[in-house]
């Protein structure tokens, strides 16, 4: 089943003189349980496609299709819940609140959802963090995790609400080899798992081989794909 199409896809910046295209008539399409890798140099459009497949900004051109719906089409209500239950998202930085404790932050989601329960947020929570191997840091706050801690609470948070597309922007980047290794098989569990569409943006090599499809980008432009839809 196709996940994700695009057609002829563009996303320009800026007005006038100053104006700069960072996706430019970008068509392809993404099936439901593919692990795609997105590569190019820095500057080539991959975080911005992927801010536009995860609904994060819908000022594009050309046709966005992601689960069925046209994200230009939705309202801003309609966007955060399709962004809160739709997409899961992990980033280099990962985004945790400081001031929350590593419980509070995995149960954030369910708070702009009723998909789950106060105490089933709980639970799969506690699951979770059981899962990525942090059953002790509950109640402790991000700040006084290691990166690699603070990346596997992140996953963890990401897969609260069963998304079927999980969109990761250089998530090993801040990481040591090991731990990288650990997050990226975590990753191909999930995927097998649940049948999750996983995306992820790298400029590891190495990281890029372990997905099914590769494309890369270049001047905004999709100028290589390895293979069609798995």
């Given at each position: 089943m196709t996940l994700i199409v695009a057609d002829k896809l563009g996303r320009t910046f800026g007005r006038g003189g100053d104006r700069v295209q960072a996706l430019v008539d970008?068509?392809?399409e993404i099936s439901a349980g593919e692990h795609l890798a997105i590569i190019g140099r820095s500057g080539a459009g991959k975080s911005t496609l992927l801010r536009l497949m995860g609904a994060l900004d819908t000022g594009y051109t050309g046709s966005l299709r992601v689960d069925g719906r046209e994200l230009r089409g939705l309202g801003d209500s309609d966007l955060s819940r399709f962004r809160n239950t739709r997409v899961g998202f992990v980033f280099q930085a990962f985004n945790l609140l400081p001031n929350l404790t590593v419980g509070a932050n995995l149960v954030?989601?369910?708070f702009f959802s009723d998909a789950l329960s106060e105490s089933e947020a709980e639970k799969r929570a506690r699951?979770?963090?059981e899962r990525v191997g942090l059953t002790d840091k509950w109640d402790t706050a991000p700040l006084k995790l290691s990166g690699g801690e603070r990346q596997r609470v992140a996953i963890a948070r990401a897969l609260l609400l069963h998304p079927p597309v999980l969109i990761c922007d250089e998530p090993t980047g801040a990481l040591d080899e090991e731990t990288a290794a650990d997050v990226l098989d975590l990753f191909e569990e999930v995927?097998?798992?649940?049948?999750s569409t996983l995306i992820v943006v790298t400029h590891d090599h190495?990281?890029?081989a372990r997905a099914q499809r590769t494309i890369r980008l270049d001047g905004g432009r999709l100028v290589s794909d390895d293979g069609a839809s798995a």
């Open positions: 970008v068509t392809l954030l989601p369910a699951s979770l963090l995927r097998a798992e649940r049948n190495s990281i890029a």
